[in-house]
């Protein structure tokens, strides 16, 4: 039995990325918790795989394959979310595509507007569905996933990257407010470097980023989806029900440390 002041039992959540990485992870914690699950990704098998775990729990769990990125595939969505829960309480705002572009000076708009779409019109598409069933209920949470490319510079061709996730910390920010007073919450996660197969590619590709993505992460590792979990349950539950508009770093002390600064042993 959950703590009840992280219990889920009862409350339906959508989490989209759900396949594999951190959505599959945050999807696996609100199920651990009580919740029932609608997920959404691109990979069938992979969304398969985690309904299964997730049914393993004895949890309830919806697959719905999505294209967030295309706001009929997100409208439709929401249509089946209607069909099997009549509602949702949390909403896990995952999936997106980055794309890492040619320097700044080279970067075409057609990769620009791409990146935007895919990280920001799409996100903002599923706050908008969600918080719209949210606003009649008069309660939810949702958990945009952002990035410490939404506060910081990364450079290595981030920037319409960086650009789009500054987007999605200022679109928490105005959702929170404009909520609030309706019963709905509204914040973002920020990772850090976060192991996914993507980030296995880069490394494999240019072996010398690890050292320095962990050069400058105190605690000394990469992130693992797993790290999530419990940010995300906090979040979602009626633990942090005075929290909304927060911007929340998950990043082994990253944003801690000084560019200039050294790691204490």
Not at 131 to 157: F, T, V, W
Not at 237 to 251: E, F, K, N, R, Y
Request: charged letters at 15%.
């Amino acid at each position: 039995m959950p703590d009840p002041l992280f219990d889920l039992s009862g409350r339906v959540a959508l989490v989209s990325g759900s396949a594999s990485g951190l959505g599959r992870a945050m999807a696996l914690a609100f199920a651990q918790y009580g919740a029932d699950i609608v997920l959404a990704d691109r990979n069938t098998a992979g969304l398969e795989s985690t309904a299964t775990a997730i049914t393993a729990l004895g949890r309830r769990a919806v697959p719905v394959t999505c294209n967030v990125s295309d706001e009929a595939s997100i409208r439709s969505l929401f249509a089946q979310l209607d069909r099997e829960f009549g509602r949702i309480d949390v909403l896990g705002n995952v999936a997106g595509d980055g794309i890492m572009g040619p320097r700044p000076e080279d970067i075409s708009t057609d990769v620009v507007k791409q990146v935007l779409q895919n990280l920001v019109v799409g996100r903002f598409v599923m706050c908008q569905e969600a918080g719209k069933r949210m606003l009649a209920a008069g309660r939810g949470s949702i958990i945009n996933i952002g990035s410490l490319a939404s506060i910081s510079g990364l450079g290595r061709g981030h920037v319409a990257y960086s650009m789009a996730m500054g987007a999605v910390a200022q679109m928490t920010r105005e959702l929170s407010i404009e909520w609030a007073r309706r019963g709905v919450r509204v914040n973002a996660i920020l990772p850090a470097q976060v192991t996914n197969p993507n980030l296995v590619e880069r490394i494999a590709a240019n072996p010398a980023m690890k050292d320095k993505w962990l050069s400058g992460i105190p605690l000394g590792r990469l992130g693992e989806p797993n790290d999530i979990q419990g940010l995300a349950v906090f979040l979602a539950s009626d633990a942090s029900s005075w929290i909304t508009g927060a911007l929340i770093p998950m990043d082994g002390g990253n944003l801690a440390m000084n560019a200039g600064g050294t790691i204490g042993t």
